[in-house]
């Protein structure tokens, strides 16, 4: 069965998952790299990294994967929408190698990178955009990479199997927060939350076998 | 060196310390007794209780306290200051066991209880009451009892040195947050994260040594 997934939505103690202003100088607002120098010390993302409960949890992000999700948002800065030329943060060979799709009200023409990483714009409710991407996928998982705002309209949706969370240590006052309007969520799911040596906490939520 | 101390204060995934509506008969509202049934769950609580880390973490709640403030919230449902009877949730002999300060814009005389626990209602900013706590400890700790709001107070003043939070698994969506205002509140803490077995993550701030 082919799963819809979440991995490595880093947050802070007050729940979000980016700072405040988002801008092409700082994608993350005034929370810096902040929320993801958890991963950034893993042997995931580079050669002399850790090996430990992190890299684990972050190694998952890609096996499996047939196709990704993403918000207009995590696409580029305010105002990329009017930049025909912006291809996204993530340079010539993005770290996707599938189709990706990106959720906007700016729809565009696809957009093919070296890699494997095509990306496609469009306008769809959640359940749509799952259809598409899912058929993208050809068997495989579907995984949904955020921002915050498009992740809590998957898990609000009932979309999502797999939710992996890391809660960074530092309190961020504001942003985009991840569990606005999930009240309950957790009812849904098990849920495990595994702390780490370097300070941050995973946490899994994987969706309930239906009874 | 008198310090002072928040212990065992429960907050849900998404940072609130209470559900609402808060009354006599839910006092932390739609939560019920989710946010503690960690602790219920322990030797702290029940003789047959549990002996692991949230056992320890519980038990640090007395020793070396020689006094507690606590917010008016905590002390009765909305409405008890219009009740001359209310005496507090705790029965005839609560679980304080020093002189114990409540916050309130509507103070009352003294009210001595069994087992040590004396009420005082005061009106006073943080800083006034924790010197008035702090005399009446005789050289012990103070213990910040919560709720949220008044914790909240202690550490945006910067007089908390150690805060132990306990993070329950669950998204309640309604409530009074514990982290609102306190934005870059890590900066003057170690902050250390241990999950338990039990699902809780327990959250301790210990305040830097002056440099
Ligand atoms: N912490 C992490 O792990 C993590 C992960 C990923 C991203 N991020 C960060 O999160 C931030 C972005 O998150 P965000 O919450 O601000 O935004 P987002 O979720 O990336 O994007 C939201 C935007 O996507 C478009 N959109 C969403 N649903 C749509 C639909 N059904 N149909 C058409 N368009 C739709 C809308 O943009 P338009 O109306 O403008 O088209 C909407 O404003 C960035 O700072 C990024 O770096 C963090
Ligand atoms: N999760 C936990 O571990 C935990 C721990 C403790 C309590 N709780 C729960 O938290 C809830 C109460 O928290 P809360 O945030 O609503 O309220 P709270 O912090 O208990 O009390 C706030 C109230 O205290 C009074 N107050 C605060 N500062 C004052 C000052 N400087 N001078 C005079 N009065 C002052 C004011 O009431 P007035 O103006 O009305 O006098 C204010 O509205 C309850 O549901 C309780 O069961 C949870």
Not at 18 to 46: C, D, I, K, N, V
Not at 108 to 117: A, I, N, Q, S, Y
Not at 128 to 134: G, N
């Amino acid at each position: 069965m082919s799963r819809t997934r979440i991995h490595n939505l880093a947050i802070s103690l007050d729940g979000f998952a980016t700072g405040e202003p988002q801008s092409l100088e700082a994608p993350f607002g005034h929370a810096g790299h902040r929320l993801h120098a958890w991963m950034m010390a893993t042997r995931y993302w580079s050669p002399t990294g850790s090996t430990g409960v992190d890299d684990v949890f972050a190694q998952q992000f890609g096996p499996g994967i047939g196709a990704e999700i993403m918000g207009a948002n995590k696409f580029g800065p305010p105002g990329w929408q009017d930049d025909a030329d912006w291809k996204g943060w993530w340079g010539p060979n993005p770290p996707f190698h599938t189709p990706t799709f990106v959720l906007t009200h700016h729809a565009r023409p696809p957009l093919e990178m070296e890699g494997g990483t095509t990306f496609h714009f469009l306008e769809a409710s959640p359940a749509e955009a799952l259809e598409v991407a899912r058929e993208a996928a050809g068997g495989q998982d579907v995984r949904i990479g955020g921002g915050p705002t498009m992740a809590r309209d998957f898990l609000a949706a009932g979309l999502v199997d797999h939710l992996h969370v890391v809660q960074v240590p530092i309190v961020l006052g504001r942003g985009v927060r991840l569990w606005d309007g999930l009240e309950a969520l957790e009812e849904g799911y098990d849920v495990e939350a595994v702390s780490s040596p370097t300070g941050v906490t995973h946490l899994t939520f994987t969706r309930k076998a239906a009874s």
